[in-house]
């Protein structure tokens, strides 16, 4: 049985939630199950900002009602307190960040509840960039949970970023089990679709042997406050998806940072204004409207006066396409060392910096001169349904930020950890047998039956 699992992909400024209810390939036949997406106050995009008051009878504020205020002298605004989380050091920012994770987690463990998710039945599994810190930011962030409420026995399960990104461009929701002759098995054919790239190789090499066992691509996030590249490599051979390479680096080249904030400057000497003059959700408004040409006005406070600010000349658009055309020439740069090493057969561009359009096309024509094939992930055009859950493409945003999210929840990834999954033998993972272990260690929740568990990497106990 595939377990129902809740997918968390905790973003830097967005956190994004997807959600697939059990699989039991209980007979011989094919079972479909499409994972859904979170929708909390009619968004997809959940903002990972924090806002806390000296109110007692409301001290925090998350989301977006949190995206819409204007905060007071008196309020305290924690927007990157992701990455203060991971610090090094353990000072006292750090711990206002452990803080800030225990509400947050507080928060959303609520909305999944009031939206019918029992958290107790089913597995959480979080998304973690794939640094060498991998294993300590994950048990952390679950140590977060637990005491937000995700504690026994509910399994915190974890997978490198890179690697549920991919997965979730890949099968965009879609879970397709097949029990039949061979026992139960993923069926990526039916999940992939035939014009993927991994499963043309794989019929490539299978049926025709004009392809190698070996598919290489490369993965570029362009987050909040990073870029991560990640270069992958599957084995079409291997009865799992055969993702064992991943190379990844990062570079502090975020959207906030190196792009924004160079920009608003501008804009602001421009018209007067400072971006702290805007509210979280409006300055995301104005983002999008700038990067995609179309006019933005509002009446905002600066500087204690009221101001009628009116975006929508073309020396504002200028400045902006030059401002994101300087951006991704950054990132190439640091890119163009990694491509020229790996050589991939294809390049996906992901996270919310690839849907700036002038950002996406000025990387395209500089991998297209080292002949470079960059291939578009799926745009959404349809219309946002009204429910809690919604399928991604109902859900109003777009597969490049909702990939990671989507592919946590996959069932590849309950297959390739050990814990579901029955290969052709019959042979099944089975639960360590804990002999005199050591004083002072307990049976691990997951019972040593799942790799990818948080707290024991599936050795049994902790």
């Known amino acids: 049985m595939f377990e129902e699992t809740v997918s968390i992909d905790l973003g830097a400024s967005y956190t994004k939630v997807a959600y697939r209810r059990v699989i039991n390939p209980n007979h011989i036949g094919t079972f479909e199950e499409e994972s859904k997406i979170l929708q909390i106050d009619g968004s997809s995009l959940i903002p990972s900002l924090a806002i806390r008051t000296r109110d007692p009878q409301q001290p925090w504020f998350f989301g977006m009602v949190a995206a819409k205020m204007n905060p007071s002298s008196e309020m305290q605004v924690f927007q990157n307190w992701k990455a203060d989380l991971f610090r090094p050091a353990n000072d006292k920012v750090s711990g206002t ?41 994950a048990e952390l962030v679950a140590r977060c949970m637990d005491l937000s409420g995700w504690d026994d026995p509910a399994l915190i399960l974890k997978v490198t970023e890179p690697r549920a990104n991919v997965i979730g461009m890949f099968a965009e929701g879609r879970n397709v089990v097949m029990n039949g002759q061979l026992g139960v098995n993923v069926n990526y054919r039916q999940m992939f679709g035939l014009q993927n790239v991994y499963v043309q190789a794989a019929r490539n090499f299978a049926l ?64 007067g204004f400072s971006q702290t003059d805007l509210s979280f959700d409006d300055s995301e408004e104005l983002k999008k409207a700038i990067h995609n040409r179309t006019a933005w006005a509002r009446n905002i406070i600066s500087n204690g006066n009221r101001l009628q600010l009116n975006v929508s000349a073309n020396e504002d658009f200028e400045l902006a396409e030059v401002a994101s055309k300087k951006f991704a020439a950054e990132i190439w740069g640091n890119l163009s060392v990694l491509v020229a090493a790996e050589i991939p057969e294809r390049i996906f561009l992901t996270g919310g910096g690839s849907l700036i359009p002038s950002v996406a096309k000025e990387i395209t024509n500089l991998a297209a001169q080292s002949g470079l094939r960059v291939q578009s992930v799926v745009q959404n055009n349809d219309a946002p349904e009204n429910t809690e859950w919604s399928s991604w493409s109902k859900s109003g945003e777009n597969l490049q930020r909702l990939a990671t999210a989507l592919g946590g929840s996959n069932v590849v990834l309950q297959a390739s950890a050990g814990l579901i999954y029955q290969a052709q033998t019959g042979i099944r993972q089975q639960p360590p047998i804990l002999l005199n272990p050591t004083a002072g260690y307990k049976t691990c929740r997951c019972q040593g039956a799942n790799k990818d568990c948080c707290f024991c990497d599936g050795r049994g106990f902790v």
């Open 97 to 137: 960040a452990i803080v800030i994770a225990h509400r947050f987690f507080v928060w959303l463990k609520s909305k999944l509840e009031s939206a019918g998710i029992d958290l107790k039945k089913c597995q959480t599994r979080i998304a973690m960039p794939a640094f060498n810190t991998f294993d300590e930011r």
């Open 208 to 271: 025709l042997g004009t392809h190698g066992n070996l598919v290489k691509i490369l993965v570029v996030d362009i987050g909040a406050f990073t870029t991560d590249i990640a270069s992958l490599t599957f084995d079409v051979t291997e009865h799992c998806e055969g993702l064992n390479i991943v190379h990844q680096n990062s570079w502090p080249l975020g959207v906030i940072n190196e792009l924004d904030k160079p920009m608003f400057e501008k804009l602001g000497a421009c018209h």
